[in-house]
């Protein structure tokens, strides 16, 4: 009686641990930004060009990528508006967005060691 007692609960066990084995995600390879980009004090460097015409755009020929080492698909917009809060403060909104798709090569973290190595990835990426 013990020892089927035993094996049932070791047999819940593993089937209660399939879904666990099932969620394990591969390392993230994380891109590698761009060197340079525009200036915007006080946070010094901002490794991002701002394509565009206009006050504080960096000109219609300006990198729109903002990470290294990219073959693919970039899309980019900016908008512009007003948001209300739930007090009906009014704020000015100004939204940068990238949506880029493609293979890249980027940074794997060596967890442990301090460091990265160089990785190919392939991804569907946002940055807002």
């Known amino acids: 009686m013990r020892r089927m007692l035993f094996s049932g609960a070791a047999l819940i066990l593993v089937l209660t641990s399939v879904a666990l084995w099932g969620q394990v995600q591969p390392a ?18 901002f490794n991002q060009f701002l394509p ?22 970039v899309a980019m917009g ?11 403060k009014l704020y000015q909104v ?10 890249y090569i980027g940074a794997l973290p060596t967890f442990g ?3 990265s190595t160089s990785a190919k990835a392939h991804g569907t990426f946002v940055e807002i």
């Not at 512009?80 to 739930?86: M, S």
Request: charged share 10%; hydrophobic share 35%.
């Open 113 to 115: 060691g301090g460091g």
């Open 78 to 88: 900016y908008t512009l508006g007003t948001a209300t809060d739930n007090v009906g």
């Open 28 to 45: 993230q390879v994380f891109p590698i930004p761009i060197p340079g980009g525009d200036v915007i004090a006080p946070s010094g460097v």
């Open 52 to 73: 565009g015409v206009g006050i504080g755009l960096d000109g219609l020929n300006a990198e729109p990528h903002g990470i290294t080492n990219f073959k693919g698909h």
């Open 94 to 103: 100004i939204t940068d967005i990238r949506v880029y798709q493609g293979d």
